[in-house]
């Protein structure tokens, strides 16, 4: 049975998931009686996908198709997004993640993931982990090789060093460039001189290789702000197995030691084999005090779609996040300051993803191609 929009009914899906996990849930009551969802969300193309698929980040598009080009080699499903997620890890262009992903307010690099193995219902991760360039090849070792869900800081560099990965520098020249035009940026309240501050020289001025003086040019007076991004990355195979994994360079500029929602089991990234994963990308603090991932996977048992369930979630961010004033844009007290955004995928291999505001994207592989496309929202960007 279809739904007059065109997507499974919602009584026929909940049917399905309870046949197939055995969960013997009903419907939550507050859940079908919902609103009507905007369009963005009752149209939105996942609903009806069937089958194998593979879920990311905007970033991700890569790792979409790398991992379904594992799948279809036989790879196990955290094998298959872990790889995947590795290419961007390794791009020092992509400065959300791995190798050139922005620092914390030390200059320093550190990278936190987790991976959620459906199958078994294990996860690994490791948060704040410094000069190991795949957090997330690391989180799956912490899954497959030890007892524990999350290693941290100096334990999580020490046990991938014991597993063999390469230490290196992390930082690369595009990144130490940005952190230190942050910190020029502040140089009022600090003392970190920016352009406008310094005088110039009466002279020629030394060049020397190599050093920041060498450069003897500005510091790029741009304003420089907070920046967001981190790859999320789930997968299913035609037959239900599902796995899931999230990897991040973290909020730019962090206090240093901050761990966000991507090695959080539950917040950043969540996988139950019966029903689907989510995860999520932006302010994570926001993921995690709504245990956003665990929440949407939560709501597609009772019935709803993915994309249905990662804009109910958004909109328990919204209201959870107002109550703070520090949270409220200065400009419209009724929407948040800051940006984040859900993706999850359903055990049948539909899927969907969610934003604050438009204009948001993700990634697909829908076992024939990977393509960018639009996620629902609940505020029209100004
Ligand atoms: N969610 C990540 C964190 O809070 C950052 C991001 O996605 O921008 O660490």
């Not at 941290?152 to 230190?180: H, I, Q, Y």
Request: hydrophobic residues 35%; contains cysteine; glycine residues 12%.
């Amino acid at each position: 049975m279809k739904g007059t929009n065109g997507s499974i009914g919602r009584r026929k899906f909940i049917g399905s998931v309870t046949a197939v996990a055995g969960l013997g849930m009903t419907p939550s009551l507050s859940l079908l009686g919902q609103p009507a969802q905007p369009d963005s969300a009752r149209m939105a193309p996942g609903n009806n996908h069937k089958g194998a698929c593979c879920i990311a980040s905007a970033n991700g598009l890569r790792a979409t198709s790398r991992a379904m080009e594992l799948l279809s080699q036989g790879y196990d499903t955290a094998d298959c997004i872990v790889q995947g997620v590795r290419i961007m890890e390794d791009d020092p262009s992509d400065n959300t993640v791995g190798y050139g992903g922005l620092p914390n307010e030390d200059g320093i690099v550190e990278l936190d993931a987790s991976v959620m193995h459906g199958p078994t219902h294990k996860s690994g991760a490791v948060a704040g982990i410094r000069n190991i360039k795949n957090p997330a090849r690391v989180a799956l070792e912490v899954l497959r090789r030890t007892n524990h869900c999350l290693l941290v800081g100096e334990g999580a560099l020490k046990f991938a060093v014991r597993m063999g990965f390469k230490e290196e520098n992390l930082l690369t020249e595009a990144s130490r460039r940005d952190w230190l035009a942050w910190r020029a940026s502040m140089s009022r309240i600090d003392d970190w001189l920016n352009d406008e501050q310094r005088d110039a020289p009466s002279g020629k001025v030394w060049l020397e290789p190599g050093l920041e003086s060498g450069r003897g040019a500005s510091l790029n007076p741009r304003p420089v702000p907070y920046h967001t991004g981190t790859v999320h990355c789930s997968i299913v195979t035609g037959k239900g197995d599902i796995s899931s994994c999230t990897s991040t360079s973290g909020l730019s500029w962090k206090i240093p030691g901050r761990v966000g929602d991507s090695p959080i089991i539950g917040a950043g990234n969540y996988c139950d084999n019966d029903i689907g994963a989510a995860g999520a990308t932006g302010r994570g603090e926001s993921a995690i005090v709504t245990c956003g991932a665990f929440d949407i996977v939560q709501r597609m048992a009772k019935g709803l779609s993915p994309t249905e369930a990662c804009l109910e979630v958004i909109d328990s961010v919204v209201k959870h996040c107002l109550k703070e004033k520090r949270h409220r844009d200065p400009k419209d007290p009724s929407r948040p300051d800051f940006d984040l955004k859900f993706y999850a995928l359903r055990k049948d291999g539909a899927f969907g993803g969610a934003t604050l505001f438009s204009g948001g994207t993700f990634a697909v592989h829908d076992g024939h191609t990977a393509k960018i496309i639009p996620a629902a929202y609940r505020f029209e960007k100004k």
